[in-house]
T-cell receptor, first 110, second 112 residues
Framework: RKEVEQDPGPFNVPEGATVAFNCTYS??????FFWYRQDCRKEPKLLMS???SGNEDGRFTAQLNRASQYISLLIRDSKLSDSATYLC???????????FGKGTMLLVSP | DVKVTQSSRYLVKRTGEKVFLECVQD?????MFWYRQDPGLGLRLIYF???????EKGDIPEGYSVSREKKERFSLILESASTNQTSMYLC???????????FGDGTRLSIL
């Protein structure tokens, strides 16, 4: 069974903090990995893809550990606007479908 | 930018009605998807289509059907709406396997 597991949170952090989320996946044939962001009552939006060598986009860093089957998202210098639910997403070779985790909620407070 | 447009943001229907949710994308994508999202259950795939007139069942197809007569349009049909189909419905598209999907704004459907 294809499964993606995330801690639902919420993670409550003050502005300026560094916060990290992990996500584990059960299928070793997983091919591609993404982090999506979803604001309350809005659609999910792609935050970043996750590459094998790890990648960074401004304050956001994504890492992939294939041996342990997890991916991570690190957010530095948290902003109030980072408050959202972060969805871990995995695809499998040859499939167009995505498997979504249920999301981790982040709340950044002043 | 990819644009995925869903016909309604909010919709209220009655039990037993036939309900149509429409989705249009403007990027000539082959693959289109319908999800529903409920609190605590996350996104669940209802149906998807990888080409015109082609459709595949997702994880929860019961009570739904779909139609893909043109490449840019993918319709979700609730044959006889029931209260347990009250949910947020999201349409998405992608051009290539293993690539991220782009979502529409969603339709909040209430069945009374």
């Amino acid at each position: 069974r294809k499964e993606v597991e995330q801690d639902p949170g919420p993670f409550n952090v003050p502005e300026g903090a560094t916060v990290a989320f992990n996500c584990t996946y059960s299928n070793s044939a997983s091919q591609s990995f993404f982090w999506y962001r979803q604001d309350c009552r809005k659609e999910p939006k792609l935050l970043m893809s996750v590459y094998s060598s790890g990648n960074e986009d401004g304050r956001f860093t994504a890492q992939l550990n294939r041996a342990s089957q997890y991916i991570s998202l690190l957010i530095r210098d948290s902003k109030l606007s980072d408050s959202a639910t972060y969805l871990c997403v995995v695809t499998f070779s040859g499939y167009s479908t995505l498997t979504f985790g249920k999301g981790t909620m982040l709340l950044v407070s002043p | 930018d990819v644009k995925v447009t869903q016909s309604s943001r909010y919709l209220v229907k009655r039990t037993g009605e036939k309900v149509f949710l429409e989705c249009v994308q403007d990027m000539d994508h082959e693959n289109m998807f319908w999800y529903r999202q409920d609190p605590g259950l996350g996104l669940r795939l209802i149906y998807f289509s990888y080409d015109v007139k082609m459709k595949e069942k997702g994880d929860i197809p019961e009570g739904y059907s779909v139609s893909r007569e043109k490449k840019e349009r993918f319709s979700l049909i609730l044959e006889s709406a029931s209260t347990n189909q009250t949910s947020m419905y999201l349409c998405a598209s992608t051009g290539v396997n293993n690539q991220p999907q782009h979502f529409g704004d969603g339709t909040r459907l209430s069945i009374l």
